[in-house]
């Protein structure tokens, strides 16, 4: 396994701005950096980054943490496999207390396919630069597209040389397992039982995740013949999901979120040649159609994409679906299209890298231009396909999630076509209630979830607050004071002597019993450290702490608001920081935390009265009573102390 001491300096190096930077278009408010959810649908962004504490915290699926648990959450990969993958972005050098060989073994499959995957690539590369067929065939055609040595090897593309079982028995040979090579879809096994090579006499492009492995291949034949596909894929695997991937993102994340804008087109050469042509903010979907998964990856990065397709009708068509699924999914559309018969990767290299840029700059249009100029040409002289076409329009404007978009758009459809804004309105409201009501109907139609997703679905349910609730979330604020100032020293008004926070909540509740069990496992800790003459901090259970105390410190220690610090400076308005309370709100907590205990001690007791009661017990009744009654003082002496107004 690695050392703790080769953790500790990738701990120490890594940045969670920068790390999260390379997955998520971070923008900066206040101290700390927000986005939007890349682990969850949303239209508003919920998803923090705290840099002065080393943290994130994603209020839309609850998932929270340190630079580790992002890379875990996000790549789906195991502590390990997050501590190598921010290893090699620092340049640390991993020591083991293991031999390689041993911990090899312990590998698991997911990192196998992985490290076969990259053998692969590292194989097909070498085949295209160093074998004779693959230098002939492989590098001349590429050459023929223009692609430099420095793009040949940014996109790290091969070739894979024809024979039915080369780069398997180079695979086997080398010691991979043949069962993962059937996993990867490298190698395709027969009905007898007799394996191939998928890929053989193609160039290869491979696919990369956002973080720069190698999940997958894509490889186009350089034959004629007519009964093979000029293009093969990866099949689906472990690691790779193509409804998930644009080809191209690893390379381009960088110039999207700097020019604010994404190119999207279909094929790997579209995407290589433009880089060539110096436009490097590009990706495609790989020929796959548009998927919902696809839009949220480009929307990471940024809000503007401009598509990109062929003059012909089919690259026309392709461009109308893709237009209304960008637009369903909150973001920006613009448009080019070729000249007919051209695509990006042909007409970059026909017209030059200046001229086709100058297209890029002056050829796209909005999406209601491109609609209209495209329905005008066909229903010039055709009143009802003109009628057609304006609800086409409008039908797209309704896909549109952010009312005040739609507000706009409608404005100018109304100019572009001549069009009272109102009649426009008139049916996009129409649209909108009919989808509402789709929506209401397709509630109604869902049936109750079985038993065993009853739990999953209670847990996201609006929690209610019975006692136990009301409990815990003064628990939580109790956990929530001792993890943000447990080491701050209170002020020493009433006191023999100077102490900090944690001593005296942790000696004032020494007694109590946490109910929610993380909350309590993070107690203990903090009971523990004490016992001991330390007080932990978040780093402490950010790099000890389980799964679900990490999830619930980065909630903890999250704020989602912040005071303007325009209140103070430009209003003259002063709102005391929690750090000049502390007095107070330890004091307050601590009785607080005991008036809820005492309260849900009565809710309890009340219930076992009823049963006493029923069950003629007098020596327990009359107990029981007596149990009540004094918890029922408490309450008013604590509610008298905290200013609370309490039944009789």
Not at 2 to 22: A, C, K, M, P
Not at 68 to 85: G, L
Not at 310 to 324: E, F, H, Q, V, Y
Request: hydrophobic share 35%.
């Amino acid at each position: 396994m690695i050392s703790r001491d080769s953790i500790e300096e990738v701990r120490s190096r890594v940045d969670i701005v920068d790390v999260i930077s390379d997955f998520v278009s971070l923008k900066k408010s206040g101290q700390n950096f927000k986005a939007l959810s890349p682990f969850n649908n949303e239209k508003t962004p919920s998803f923090y980054v705290v840099p002065a504490k080393g943290i994130f915290k994603d209020f839309s699926s609850g998932k929270g943490g340190d630079s580790f648990t992002f890379i875990m959450e996000h790549e789906k990969v195991s502590y390990i496999e997050a501590v190598r993958f921010l290893a090699k972005k620092y340049g640390v050098e991993l020591k083991e207390d293991k031999e390689s060989n041993e911990f090899a073994a312990e590998q698991s499959e997911r990192e196998g396919l992985y490290i076969l995957m990259n053998f692969a690539k590292d194989y097909y590369k070498e085949i295209l630069q160093a074998h004779e067929e693959g230098r002939g065939i492989g590098l001349s055609y590429f050459r023929e597209r223009g692609f430099t040595d420095k793009t040949i090897q940014k996109f790290e593309l091969g070739y894979a040389i024809e024979g039915w079982t080369n780069f398997s028995s180079e695979a086997i040979q080398k010691g991979y397992n043949k069962e993962l090579l059937e996993k990867t879809g490298l190698v395709v096994k027969k009905e007898d039982g007799s394996t191939y090579d998928r890929f053989r006499g193609r160039v290869i492009f491979p696919v990369h995740n956002m973080s720069g492995k190698v999940i997958a291949f894509g490889a186009r034949m350089m034959g004629k013949d007519k009964n093979q596909p000029k293009y093969i894929n990866s099949p689906e695997t472990d690691i790779y999901h193509k409804s998930d991937v644009l080809y191209g993102l690893f390379q381009a994340k960088n110039a999207i979120r700097q020019h604010n804008n994404c190119y999207l087109v279909e094929g790997y050469t579209d995407v290589i040649s433009m880089h060539q042509a110096d436009v490097e903010n590009v990706v495609a979907s790989s020929g796959t159609a548009l998927t919902e998964e696809q839009i949220k990856l480009m929307r990471r990065f940024t809000e503007n994409v401009t598509v990109l397709f062929d003059g012909d009708s089919a690259g026309i068509k392709a461009a109308l679906r893709g237009i209304d699924l960008i637009l369903k999914g909150g973001l920006n559309v613009r448009v080019a299209l070729f000249p007919d018969g051209e695509d990006p990767d042909s007409y970059s290299r026909k017209v030059g890298t200046a001229e086709f840029q100058d297209f890029l700059k002056h050829s796209t249009k909005d999406f209601i231009s491109f609609k209209a100029d495209l329905f005008s040409a066909e229903s010039a002289a055709d009143p009802i396909r003109k009628a057609e076409s304006i609800k086409e329009i409008v039908n797209s404007i309704a896909l549109i999630p952010d009312p005040v978009k739609r507000s706009v758009y409608i404005q100018e459809t109304s100019n572009l076509l001549k069009m009272p804004e109102q009649v426009l309105l008139s049916e996009l409201n129409k649209l909108l209630v009919q989808e509402r009501r789709k929506n209401e109907k397709d509630k109604l139609k869902e049936v109750e979830p079985p038993e065993e997703g009853r739990a999953a679905i209670e847990e996201i349910a609006p929690i209610k607050l019975d006692g136990n609730a009301i409990v815990q979330l003064q628990e939580r604020e109790t956990i929530r004071l001792l993890l943000n100032y447990a080491d701050k020293n209170l002020s020493a008004e009433d006191q023999q002597e100077v102490q900090s926070l944690g001593n005296y909540m942790l000696h004032e509740l020494d007694d109590v019993e946490f109910t929610n069990p993380v909350l309590k496992s993070i107690f203990l800790e903090f009971k523990e450290g004490l016992n001991n003459q330390v007080i932990h901090d978040t780093n402490y259970f950010l790099q000890h702490g389980s799964d679900a105390m990490k999830r619930m410190v980065a909630d903890l220690i999250t704020h989602r608001y912040n005071t303007s610090a325009h209140w103070g400076d430009k209003f003259h308005i002063y709102i005391p920081k929690e750090i000049e309370l502390l007095n107070k709100m330890a004091y307050t907590n601590v009785l607080r935390l005991k008036f809820r205990i005492i309260q849900k001690m009565m809710e309890d007791n009340l219930k076992d009265l009823k049963v006493i009661e029923a069950s003629g017990d007098l020596d327990k009744l009359e107990k029981s009573i007596d149990m009540q009654m004094g918890l029922k003082q408490a309450e008013r002496d604590l509610a008298s102390i905290l200013g609370i107004v309490v039944s009789k």
